[in-house]
């Protein structure tokens, strides 16, 4: 079956140390690739997808993420955590396999400190 | 309109009673999705509009559900005969077809009472 594992619940870091969320899932073939983030009182927001090619995606806000093919992840990263960084996090997948599902993780919520 | 809006924002009502949910995507966007996400929960997909057709209605969870479509504009959620594990923030995004960035309306928090 098809799904997404966020093995994190919460994280806490401090201001200006790095991050990576993990997102594991398990899909019939390779699948599009998401990070959203979901701030207090807003709307989900894009971080970054990955459809092909280069297995590293920038996206926005400075945040990166790997498609490890080997070990079904596609963890993000960010060098150097801000306080406005402080959100809920969702790995998602979908948009192959002949299905039009997106199925996303249970989320990761991040506490900065500062 | 500058974003996907969902009306109305927060909706309480009784066990049995019929909800509708309203979801205007931004104008040109001819894909649109349904989610529902439970306290502390993931989203978790409803339904998948091209248009006004709806390609998958699998994670629609029962009879109770349904949801249509007016051309490539307005989108509404009904559910009837509401139960309280309906309860659910029920958020809609749309986009320019389907694999395109998903952009998300702010949510209808549904308390069922």
């Known amino acids: 079956a098809q799904s997404v594992t966020q093995p994190d619940i919460h994280i806490t870091v401090s201001e200006g140390a790095s991050l990576e969320l993990r997102c594991n899932y398990s899909?019939?073939?390779?699948?599009?690739l998401f990070w959203y983030v979901q701030s207090p009182g807003q709307g989900l927001q894009l971080l970054l997808k990955y459809f092909s090619g280069d297995t590293l995606v920038q996206g926005i806000k400075g945040f990166e993420a790997e498609f490890k093919r080997s070990q079904s992840s596609f963890n993000l990263r960010k060098p150097s955590v801000h306080w406005s960084d402080a959100a809920e996090y969702f790995c998602a997948v979908g948009g192959t396999s002949g299905t039009y599902k997106y199925i996303f993780g249970t989320g990761t919520r991040l506490k900065v400190l500062a | 309109g500058a974003g996907v809006s969902q009306s109305p924002s927060n909706k309480v009502t009784e066990k049995g009673k019929d909800v509708e949910l309203r979801c205007d995507p931004i104008s040109g966007h001819t894909a649109l999705y349904w989610y529902r996400q439970r306290l502390g929960q993931g989203l978790e997909f409803l339904i998948y509009f091209q248009g006004n057709s709806a390609p998958d209605k699998s994670g629609l969870p029962s009879d109770r559900f349904s949801a249509e479509r007016t051309g490539e504009s307005v989108s509404t959620l009904t559910i009837q005969r509401t139960q309280q594990e309906d309860s659910a923030v029920y958020l809609c995004?749309?986009?320019?077809?389907?694999?395109?960035?998903?952009?998300f309306g702010p949510g209808t928090r549904l308390l069922v009472l």
């Open positions: 995004a749309s986009s320019r077809g389907f694999g395109e960035t998903q952009y």
């Open positions: 899909y019939g073939a390779t699948p599009y």
